[in-house]
């Protein structure tokens, strides 16, 4: 019972870690929960599936896509396009159908489905989850030889598919926004828990890690900003946006501190009285369960014996940051014992910005070009698709267009192509075995499908294999249900994916291309521009709540670089892939440094440069801001193909800063420290 018990905790504890908030897990469970009903209500519960094949085989589709592809900002956005997405679904079945008896006019119809679902995507998420369901009822038209007769039990699965899905979403599995802000906080702690282990409790330092455990923190914290975005903290949890935003802030920025000054601390420092003392404190900060109580006597102690640390000595300077990152969680783990306010549980707001996509290439919006380059891969599929399969063309269309779901650079393409062959192939091999073992049992082919389906979306968001793999398999699943099931169907689907997957990919290097180095080098520049603002903003800014929104933003940067980096990352005949991780890794360095510079301008009331009278101070400042300002501009040069000369290495090192007497330019040496090193990682990257 003990060993039962400890295998849950750690599930648990593995989960809160993975996945934030759990909300990948809710993600997958509304998706099987409107999946489930919809076949439950379509085959008159519990009746056979070969009796409305039509019906049950739509509705479920558009049951899935209703809950696991609206992804509107705010709750009530959601449920307005949930319910919207009938109109473009019944008008594409209905067009689907009436084409057929055309021949290929109803395949000439698809290609320009298939455009219109792409171009829709620059009205934002209403308008891509509009597309997909577009693409998906008039597919299923083509796959069910639907004719007009047909249309009244496709019209009912439509609409039973988003009526159930509605359903689930507002009454079923609605949004929690307490429960998720106090879930995501617990994460929070719990990978900060996990990063002291491994920098404090290892036998051996493992850089790679914490580096992920960091990665993890920053994530977490992004999707805190998120919540914030669409939610009243006061409404919730009791704290006001700009007060809980702040806390998180600091939580963050003193555990990337705190981590990694213990990280880079030799044995002996770690394990001296005033180094455990401070870590002791920071382990009891961030246990778990801990009452109110125990948080302010965490905090007095804290606050206490901070103010015997001497900053000037390796373990004083350890034991300070890591006091800091248990007074900071302290604080933060009172968010959601107090009780919100009276009214509504929710509050959202709306996001300038997200309506309508702007980025363009050449003078082509982002949509077009990608709805040009489906159309143009589509039509093709179309014509060899057919010389593979007469009967199940559509499935090579149905490749060349989903490999540029959520792509838009060549490399991005190869690789969504690459994974969904090797997920396919996968997903057919175990999907055979499967269903062979279960044999004609309809309960059992059920349970697989609903089963596929959760962890097909609960990955989605992780591992693109996994999720094609678990959504060919449900594919077989489906197969038998209907009693179509053969490996014949299912090595023909492996014929079709991998031709449309080639289709795609040539599609994607030949017509109106983007190379994954060139979007990687715009995004390097916009994040370096916002840092160099963000430094100057530091020095005169007084507003703390602007400076991590504008902090907020440089993580908004460093994640566009990382997500532009990773097909050259992944692509192992990629020219430069280790400069690529390299680059990665020190950009990530910078932002920790910049939360630092912002946590120190945030802590003063005035700017660092009036606070600083003393003469030496105003000096190394003045002198230190402007060749950070100078480096910066040098690696956009650089970053642009220019050819610059690599400057020195800064001189002031962070322990002549830190054993300065502070003097009236206290507030000035705290920002130093930070400026120092985004200026000496900036100068490598010169190297």
């Known amino acids: ?372 380059q489906v159309a143009v891969a589509a039509s093709i599929a179309t014509v060899l698709g057919e010389l593979v399969s007469p009967e199940r063309w559509y499935w090579a269309v149905l490749t060349a267009f989903l490999v540029y779901n959520g792509a838009s650079t060549r490399g991005e393409v190869l690789l969504r192509a690459g994974d969904r062959v090797i997920g396919t192939i996968g997903g057919v091999v175990i999907g055979m075995l499967l269903v062979a073992a279960v044999g004609s049992h309809p309960a059992a082919l059920i349970a697989l499908v609903l089963t596929t389906v959760f962890f097909a979306f609960y990955l989605v968001s992780v591992n693109y294999v996994a999720m094609t793999f678990f959504m060919t398999v449900m594919l077989a699943g489906i197969y038998g249900l209907l009693g179509e099931f053969s490996l014949d169907v299912l090595v023909v689907r492996i014929e079709e994916t991998t031709v449309g997957a080639i289709v795609g990919i040539a599609a994607a290097y030949l017509v109106l291309a983007i190379d994954s180095r060139d979007v990687l080098t715009r995004a390097i520049d916009s994040y370096l521009t916002r840092l160099s603002d963000l430094i100057g903003d530091c020095m005169s800014a007084t507003a703390a709540p602007d400076l991590i929104a504008k902090a907020r933003a440089l993580d908004s940067d460093l994640a566009a670089v990382t997500a532009a980096a990773t097909p050259l990352v992944r692509d192992p005949m990629a020219r430069g892939r280790r400069t690529v991780v390299w680059l990665d890794c020190r950009l990530r360095e910078i932002d920790r440094a910049a939360h630092a510079l912002v946590k120190s301008a945030v802590m003063t009331t005035q700017p660092a440069s009036e606070v600083a009278t003393d003469t030496r101070t105003r000096e190394v400042l003045a002198t230190t801001v402007c060749r950070v300002h100078d480096n910066i501009d040098l690696l956009r040069r650089r970053n642009a193909g220019e050819r610059v000369t690599v400057p020195e290495t800064p001189p002031e090192s962070l322990a002549d800063v830190l054993q300065s007497p502070p003097g009236d330019g206290a507030a000035a040496l705290a920002v130093l420290p930070p400026l120092l090193r985004i200026d000496r990682t900036v100068v490598d990257l010169l190297a």
């Not at 934002?124 to 597309?131: E, F, T, V, Y």
């Not at 997909?132 to 009822?137: D, E, G, V």
């Not at 306010?341 to 990608?370: D, F, Q, Y």
Request: aromatic share 6%; net charge neutral.
């Open 1 to 372: 019972m003990t060993r039962l018990t400890d295998a849950i905790r750690s599930a648990l504890r593995y989960l809160t870690v993975t996945d934030p908030g759990f909300l990948r897990l809710r993600n997958a469970a509304t998706t099987v929960a409107a999946l489930g009903l919809v076949m439950l209500t379509l085959t008159g519960f519990g009746h056979p599936v070969s009796h409305a094949v039509p019906a049950v085989l739509l509705g479920s589709y558009v049951a899935i896509q209703a809950a696991s592809g609206v992804s509107d900002h705010t709750q009530r956005e959601r449920v307005v396009t949930t319910v919207f997405l009938s109109v473009p679904a019944l008008a594409a079945v209905t067009l689907g159908a009436v084409l057929l008896r055309y021949g290929r006019v109803a395949g000439i119809a698809f290609v320009g489905v298939l455009f219109l679902a792409v171009w829709l995507r620059r009205w934002g998420p209403r308008g891509h989850a509009s597309g997909m369901i577009m693409y998906i009822a008039y597919f299923y038209a083509l796959v069910l030889h639907a004719g007009i007769a047909e249309l009244p039990s496709l019209y009912l699965g439509i609409c039973t598919g988003v009526a159930v899905t509605t359903v689930v979403r507002v009454f079923l599995l609605p949004e929690r926004p307490r429960r998720e802000i106090r879930s995501l906080v617990r994460a929070l702690r719990a990978q900060t828990r996990a990063g002291l282990d491994v920098v404090y409790r290892a036998e051996t330092p493992d850089p790679t890690a914490l580096q992920r455990i960091l990665d993890r923190i920053g994530d977490t914290a992004m999707m805190i900003e998120d919540w914030l975005d669409r939610n009243d903290a006061d409404e919730c949890v009791g704290i006001s946006n700009s007060e809980l935003a702040k806390l998180v802030f600091e939580a963050q920025v003193s555990t990337e501190e705190a981590l990694e000054v213990l990280d880079q601390a030799p044995t002996e420092v770690r394990h001296l009285a005033a180094t455990e003392g401070a870590t002791a404190e920071f382990e009891a900060a961030l246990r778990p369960g801990s009452s109110r109580f125990e948080a302010t006597t965490i905090e007095r102690s804290a606050s206490t014996a901070a103010k015997t640390f001497d900053s000037s000595t390796e373990e004083g300077l350890a034991a300070l940051l890591v006091d800091r990152a248990a007074r900071a969680h302290t604080a933060l783990s009172c968010v959601g014992r107090e009780q919100p306010s009276p009214g509504r549980a929710t509050r959202e707001h709306a996001v300038a910005g997200t309506s309508r996509a702007t980025g363009n290439a050449g003078g082509v919006s982002a949509s077009t070009r990608t709805a040009i």
